[in-house]
């Protein structure tokens, strides 16, 4: 992955600079995995198959108007509404994966979360947030474990520095240490 970045980088200057950066950064192997969402893929997928819709669409409602003298004017209004439905539900499906934490994981040499989401494209995206940033989810750990352990609904994750707010799915979560997430997330002294 190091040569990868490096080549991609041109110059020895961005090259010795890429190399110093990725050699500071924590590794995987050094983060322990807390959460994840089973079914991520799936969602990548939906998304990148909305994506493809939505362009074949586009493509689509050219050729309709082309031949609206021969197909009717109907058939141009059924292609540009499918065209503008197939685009709102791209960008609230969109809007949804930005939200929706698909991995989280916990540094604690350096105390900061790493939360994975997905973009408009359905590619993942890491976050990097220090621990201190999360606004805790529960008035307690323990209230907290009990919220995880009855696996229902929406976990709503917030940050003293953002407004948008982030959700752990927890009827389709592997949650690795309960008692170990809760600790992280409402701010307990818990040892690691």
């Not at 669409?57 to 609206?68: C, I, K």
């Amino acid at each position: 992955a190091h040569r990868f970045i490096a080549a991609m980088l041109s110059g020895k200057a961005l090259y010795h600079t890429a190399k110093q950066w990725i050699s500071t950064q924590p590794s995987v192997a050094d983060s322990v995995l807390l959460y994840r969402t089973r079914n991520m893929k799936v969602w990548r997928f939906i998304s990148r198959l909305k994506v493809v819709q939505v362009g074949v669409m586009g493509a689509v409602l050219p050729v309709v108007a082309v031949h609206a003298d021969t197909l009717g004017s109907q058939a141009v209004t059924v292609a540009g509404a499918g065209l503008a439905g197939s685009g709102v539900i791209l960008v609230g499906l969109s809007l949804f994966l930005r939200q929706l934490v698909g991995e989280l994981r916990y540094t604690p040499a350096n105390n900061m979360l790493t939360i994975s989401t997905l973009n408009f494209w359905g590619q993942r995206v890491d976050h990097s947030v220090a621990r201190s940033a999360v606004v805790p989810p529960a008035p307690s750990a323990q209230h907290f474990e009990q919220t995880l352990h009855s696996q229902q609904g929406l976990v709503r994750l917030m940050f003293f520095d953002q407004k948008k707010p982030l959700f752990l799915l927890l009827r389709w979560a592997q949650v690795n240490d309960t008692a170990l997430l809760a600790a992280v997330l409402c701010g307990s002294s818990r040892s690691i």
